[in-house]
């Protein structure tokens, strides 16, 4: 029975394929429409918007931790060669660093929707600019490794397996 558990399919993983790009593309949508939002909200003046945001921001918080939880999984299990070790690495310090900016942002906006909900600073659409920059990054470098580094597709899992990737 145990082996049913340890037995791992073409894409080197127990389930049929991996979890955390459809968590993570979900974390990528609700932080851009928040900051999509904000940028229309701000400059139309209509603060039902900011409610909307606020809510994006509220469940890509939480989703952005299961999102890099099997991100970490799937990258255990993904038996990373050499080349893209560097960019996998990368891409984890982000993912982390991301679930704490998102985190920080978040609780910074409950203060501000506490304080006044139809008013945004200056200071604060910065940090959902930044905040949009670096999804931006990380996306690219999670492109890299599927599409350039093939992470999990089958052909590279099976070079790895008969040592033709180092």
């Known amino acids: ?3 049913y558990f340890t037995s791992l399919n073409d894409h080197n993983l127990p389930y049929p394929d991996t979890i955390h790009p459809i968590v993570v593309h979900f974390v990528i ?3 851009l429409f928040a900051f ?7 400059f139309t003046g209509k603060a039902r918007l900011f409610e909307v945001s606020w809510w994006n921001m509220c469940v890509a918080t939480i ?4 999102a890099v939880i ?7 299990l993904a038996r990373p060669y050499d080349a893209v070790k560097a960019v996998l690495n990368l891409h ?3 993912g982390w660093s991301l679930a704490g900016i998102i985190t920080a942002i978040t609780a910074w906006r409950y203060v501000i929707r506490t304080r006044n909900p139809e008013k945004l600073p200056i200071p604060y659409m910065v940090a959902g600019l930044f905040l949009t920059l670096i999804v931006g990054l990380q996306v690219y470098l ?3 490794l599927v599409w350039v580094y093939g992470l999990h597709t089958v052909p590279v899992v099976e070079a790895v397996k008969n040592a033709i990737l180092p």
């Open 70 to 76: 099997f991100g970490q999984f799937e990258a255990g």
């Open 36 to 42: 999509a939002c904000d940028v229309v909200g701000y």
């Open 29 to 31: 949508a609700m932080v």
């Open 142 to 144: 999670g492109d890299e």
């Open 1 to 3: 029975m145990f082996e």
């Open 92 to 94: 984890t310090l982000i």
């Open 63 to 66: 989703a952005i931790f299961v």
